[in-house]
């Protein structure tokens, strides 16, 4: 039978907003020596704005257009916010046989037979389009553009920290946690610049969905216990494989929701630790 402290471990994380799907995951939770967490939507705010467009050949207004009627396929925050710049009129454009490439960025056809690439560095390596590489240089995201097998220009895209990051890694670290993570899809400059504004140990960019738990799975073999915190449909396979797999309930996807053992119904990342707190708080009371 389960002791009745846990009941009320699981009573207190519920007012703080923290859903442990199971008591076994109060207890685990106090084990924990790494936490692992995804950037986009995570720790930053995964709202994106545009700062600034470079269109090489293109009238800057219509190559927007044309990469906004390309992006308004897409679910991800980054071509939310291209598709917010653009306004409404690229809805005349005529566009067909898009495919979202997960960790890439999207394909298509416009306005009949040109094709359309926009996404990152990945994304143009593999379709054998050649750029400035000077652009994998910019320590901001960068929506790289090529309009029929040719460079067109790029979209520079900025997101913010949460506002309680900082604190949520400085606590995380004070709760004598080891190891802090940051794992991301996005370019490592981006990824190196965040992590040394919020102090943490460890931070890969440049990861595919498939790549984040391979991550994970090698920081298992180290003997390390780990907390994977996401929010996104791409986290799913990493929040399973994790010992104790978490969701930002705040904007997370349905996917990573389902996969989780502990939901943060907010999206503030403070709360990581609040949950490793209410299980040390519950295992006093049970033993
Ligand atoms: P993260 O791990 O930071 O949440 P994702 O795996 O969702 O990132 O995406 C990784 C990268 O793939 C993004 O940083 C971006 O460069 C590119 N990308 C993904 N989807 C799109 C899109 N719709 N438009 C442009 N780029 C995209
Ligand atoms: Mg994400």
């Known amino acids: 039978s389960i002791p009745l402290g846990y009941f009320g471990g699981i009573g207190a994380a519920s007012k703080n907003g923290i859903l442990f799907k199971g008591s076994n995951f109060l207890d685990q939770i106090t084990r924990i020596d790494t936490v692992v967490m995804d950037k986009t939507g995570t720790l930053t705010k995964g709202v994106f704005e545009v700062q600034d467009v470079v269109a090489d050949n293109l009238e800057k207004n219509d190559f927007v257009q044309m990469v906004a009627a390309l992006e308004a396929h897409s679910n991800h925050p980054i071509a939310q916010a291209i598709v917010k710049y653009a306004g409404d009129t690229f809805k ?16 298509g056809k416009i306005n009949d037979n040109q094709t359309i690439l926009a996404g990152n560095e990945k994304l143009l390596y593999k379709f054998n389009i050649p750029f400035d590489e000077k652009l994998s240089m910019l320590s901001d995201t960068t929506v790289l553009v090529a309009i029929n097998g040719k460079f067109a220009g790029y979209i520079i895209i900025a997101d913010t920290l949460k506002e309680d990051a900082k604190i949520a890694i400085k606590a995380l670290y004070d709760a004598k946690i080891k190891t802090l993570v940051m794992l991301s899809g996005d370019k490592q400059i981006v990824v190196d610049r965040i992590a040394d504004q919020l102090g943490l140990d460890k931070a890969v960019g440049g990861l595919l969905p498939e790549d984040k738990v391979k991550e994970v799975e090698r920081l298992k073999e180290e003997g390390r216990l780990i907390a994977f915190v996401g929010d996104g449909i791409n986290d799913a396979p990493v929040v399973t494989v994790a010992d104790v797999g978490m969701a930002m309930g705040g904007l997370g996807s349905d996917a990573a929701i389902e996969a989780a053992d502990v939901v943060i119904q907010t999206d503030q990342p403070s709360k990581i630790v609040t949950a490793v707190k209410v299980g040390h708080v519950t295992k006093r009371i049970v033993w």
Do not use: N, R, W
């Not at 067909?96 to 394909?107: N, Q």
């Open 92 to 107: 005349e454009l005529s566009i067909a046989e898009v495919e979202e490439i997960p960790g890439h960025g999207l394909k």
